[in-house]
């Protein structure tokens, strides 16, 4: 999966290989390997190449900051960029891992009707389970992952469409 990231006013896109720790890249001909430990919502123990490092990680439109002793990194996934939401005022659809993780359970079923913070898909991350929920009303358009599956942040592991968008393609909205 490529990841574009930005550094000031570098930008360098980054292709990373998962495996069942984290994920692997190269930086200008220096191979990397990563994994990480969650510490809380917003803060992530990474280990780069065996030395340890505490990340502080938050939401920004379109992905995420990562600040490592001090420089902030903003990481986008690349394809996400290539084709942006068709439209700009709808709801992210995509249910995505927070960090590399391991999928443990898929909790729904392609077609199901879910409200807000109905449980999706349980994944792992250092010997740590999270459950992702549904961040609106929705019905499951699609499953993109198994129990088992190593999955990096921007991987799409459920997509969802918000309730009433159905019946706005189809013309039965009332």
């Known amino acids: ?5 930005k550094t000031g006013d570098t930008e360098t896109t ?6 069942k720790d984290g994920f692997s890249t190269e930086i200008d001909e220096t191979p990397y390997t990563v994994s990480a430990a969650p510490v809380d919502e917003t803060k992530l123990h990474l280990f780069i190449n065996g030395r340890g490092l505490l990340a502080h990680v938050e939401e920004i439109e379109g992905g995420k900051r990562v600040t490592i002793d001090g420089v902030p990194v903003e990481i986008f996934d690349a394809d996400r960029l290539a084709h942006p939401p068709s439209a700009p005022d709808e709801l992210p659809g995509d249910v995505t891992p927070p960090m590399p993780s391991v999928v443990v359970a898929v909790l729904v079923a392609p077609g199901d009707q879910v409200d807000k913070g109905t ?10 389970e999270t459950t992702l929920v549904a961040p609106f009303d929705a019905r499951v358009s699609a499953i993109n992952a198994n129990p088992g599956d190593q999955v990096m942040p921007g991987e799409i592991l459920v997509s969802l469409e918000a309730k009433g968008q159905e019946e706005e393609k189809t013309g039965t909205g009332g």
């Open 14 to 19: 980054l292709t990373c290989t998962t495996h």
């Open 119 to 128: 449980p999706l898909v349980t994944v792992s991350a250092m010997k740590m």
């Open 1 to 5: 999966m490529d990841y574009r990231c």
